[in-house]
């Protein structure tokens, strides 16, 4: 019999997620940072209006900042090499489940593209020996679906 999360009370662990970027093959990733949205703030005031003691402040643009992805290193990673290099923009969504792998949550980002890409350093003297993939996502807008 599986877990059930109950809603209001338990917490969505940062161990049981999935990346799905549109028209790539599944592919998993170890870790993702946070995804930020943050505004502008438009501050305007009428230098003849005497009761205006202070600023006038309405929203201004959002702004995405970058997403990074990283994972161990695989063998065959031509399909994100080939996206690194033609930039097309794809949707990508960070899908939090729970431990039965049911969807609990999804963060999508829209009209991403590949900033950087990495192939991972070399260190013979490495306690683990493993190298690291990391992508770092530019994404125009998010939301939650």
């Given at each position: 019999?599986?877990?059930?999360?109950?809603?209001?009370?338990?917490?969505?662990?940062?161990?049981?997620?999935?990346?799905?970027?549109?028209?790539?093959?599944?592919?998993?990733?170890?870790?993702?940072?946070?995804?930020?949205?943050?505004?502008?703030?438009?501050?305007?005031?009428?230098?003849?209006?005497?009761?205006?003691?202070?600023?006038?402040?309405?929203?201004?643009?959002?702004?995405?900042?970058?997403?990074?992805?990283?994972?161990?290193?695989?063998?065959?990673?031509?399909?994100?090499?080939?996206?690194?290099?033609?930039?097309?923009?794809?949707?990508?969504?960070?899908?939090?489940?729970?431990?039965?792998?049911?969807?609990?949550r999804r963060i999508r980002l829209y009209s991403c593209?590949?900033?950087?890409?990495?192939?991972?350093?070399?260190?013979?003297?490495?306690?683990?020996?493993?190298?690291?993939?990391?992508?770092?996502?530019?994404?125009?807008?998010?939301?939650?679906?």
């Open positions: 019999m599986g877990v059930s999360l109950r809603p209001g009370v338990d917490v969505i662990s940062d161990a049981t997620y999935r990346i799905d970027i549109e028209n790539l093959p599944e592919m998993g990733f170890s870790t993702f940072s946070e995804v930020q949205v943050s505004g502008n703030t438009i501050r305007y005031r009428e230098g003849d209006d005497p009761m205006q003691m202070g600023w006038t402040k309405q929203p201004g643009l959002s702004d995405v900042d970058n997403v990074t992805l990283e994972r161990g290193a695989v063998i065959d990673q031509s399909y994100l090499t080939e996206w690194g290099a033609n930039k097309d923009r794809r949707t990508v969504d960070i899908v939090r489940t729970d431990p039965n792998g049911d969807e609990v593209y590949p900033e950087t890409y990495s192939w991972g350093e070399g260190d013979a003297e490495s306690e683990d020996g493993y190298a690291v993939e990391k992508l770092v996502l530019a994404c125009e807008r998010a939301e939650e679906k």
